[in-house]
């Protein structure tokens, strides 16, 4: 009798025990997994986000480049990474290497008239020259325009040649074009924006139009226009133009063949 309570007692606490162990392990299990299910969920909501943001960020920036969007001073806040990461990477060369491409082919195949009054018309900045240092400390469009801050770097003479826009420059007077530059550019600013072209590689053109006093104030398409008026008015024909913003290719007279290069930054009307 003693031996049959002694083996029912031991067996009682065996089973106790692999119960209890059980539940531990179970317990210990059970604990990680939603845990690594949440954190996954997270990961995968954020990844979503960030491709929804880059999207959206690529719709906007299409949009600045067709001409699509009203006037706007600054860029979408949430696509500061997005435009700094496009400015600062290889998409921003790849398609400035593009539009030059295109513009030289189109520049090869035109033929002059032999008279020296065919003419190609370069904007400056963010066309020939790269203000980017200038852009960077300012979330690359994240700050409204500051004319006066700007004049100041302006004034620095520090701007770095674009280098498919100096290869194209290089081939249209090769080919013959007269070259008129043609900015937004204070004509105080004069001295210095020739010292920075120069610097960085850019001679021989035969006019560069700043804004004179008349100009001040002017919306840059009508500036623009009106200098291109002049230009056609004093027997020039204008064949080829290379421009960052719209405001710098439309209005009347318009050239025979206009080129856009990118320019997420700012927007110039």
Not at 39 to 63: D, G, H, I
Not at 115 to 130: C, P
Not at 195 to 223: C, M, P, S
């Amino acid at each position: 009798m003693n031996f049959i309570t002694t083996f029912t007692i031991l067996s009682l606490f065996t089973l106790s025990f692999c119960e209890e162990n059980l539940n531990h392990h179970q317990h210990n299990h059970v604990l990680p997994r939603p845990l690594i299910i949440e954190k996954y969920t997270e990961n995968a909501q954020l990844k979503e986000t960030l491709e929804e943001v880059r999207l959206e960020c690529t719709s906007w920036r299409f949009s600045v480049e067709a001409n699509n969007l009203s006037p706007w001073k600054t860029i979408p806040e949430e696509c500061a990474d997005y435009v700094k990461e496009y400015m600062t990477g290889k998409s921003y060369k790849i398609e400035l290497d593009r539009v030059a491409k295109e513009a030289r082919v189109y520049a090869n195949s035109v033929e002059l008239s032999g008279e020296g009054n065919d003419v190609w018309v370069f904007d400056v900045d963010e066309t020939l020259l790269s203000n980017l240092p200038y852009y960077e400390q300012r979330g690359y469009g994240l700050e409204v325009f500051d004319g006066l801050e700007f004049d100041k770097w302006v004034d620095k003479a520090s701007a770095s040649a674009i280098e498919s826009s100096l290869k194209l420059y290089e081939e249209v007077l090769r080919l013959g074009f007269k070259v008129f530059l043609l900015t937004g550019r204070s004509e105080k600013q004069r001295s210095v924006t020739v010292e920075n072209l120069i610097k960085v590689g850019f001679h021989d053109w035969d006019k560069l139009v700043l804004r004179g006093t008349e100009d001040q104030g002017k919306l840059a398409i009508k500036y623009k226009s009106e200098k291109r008026r002049e230009m056609e008015e004093q027997g020039y024909k204008i064949v080829g133009n290379s421009g960052d913003q719209w405001s710098d290719l439309l209005g009347t007279p318009i050239s025979i063949r206009s080129f856009k290069l990118p320019n997420p930054m700012y927007y110039i009307p």
